[in-house]
Nanobody, 123 residues
Framework: VQLQASGGGVVQTGGSLRLSCAAS????????MTWFRQAPGKEREFVATITWSSGFTVYADSVKGRFTISRDNAKNTVYLQLNSLKPEDTAIYYC?????????????????WGQGTQVTVSS
């Protein structure tokens, strides 16, 4: 599946953004969708996931209570609402997809990736 991420930008501390990731296939509902991020000089890290079957969500501790992942299967799109942003949230955010996968926080579990969208939080 091809993925197109968008919605990044520059915001001040405490601000909000909504990221979107649009998928090319009509079988989107069968994909577990996950957001990762990578800050300069750091490894790619798990942010949030939403499963294909039940829409079960899991978050990294660092974003729990501030970020919300959701999906609209009719629009083949997954969203990541980012609230109460902090400078340490600055990173390139990537969406990833895996067919009929359960909860998986490792980037190695995903074959399909979007191109990334830059989020910059200024202090």
């Amino acid at each position: 599946v091809q993925l197109q991420a968008s919605g990044g930008g520059v915001v001040q501390t405490g601000g909000s953004l909504r990221l979107s990731c649009a998928a090319s296939e009509g079988t989107f509902s069968y994909y577990t969708m996950t957001w990762f991020r990578q800050a300069p000089g750091k490894e790619r890290e798990f942010v949030a996931t939403i499963t294909w079957s039940s829409g079960f969500t899991v978050y990294a501790d660092s974003v729990k209570g501030r970020f919300t992942i959701s999906r609209d299967n009719a629009k083949n799109t997954v969203y990541l609402q980012l609230n109460s942003l902090k400078p340490e949230d600055t990173a390139i955010y990537y969406c990833a997809a895996a067919l009929r996968l359960g909860v998986a926080k490792s980037s190695n579990s995903y074959n399909d990736w979007g191109q990334g969208t830059q989020v910059t939080v200024s202090s």
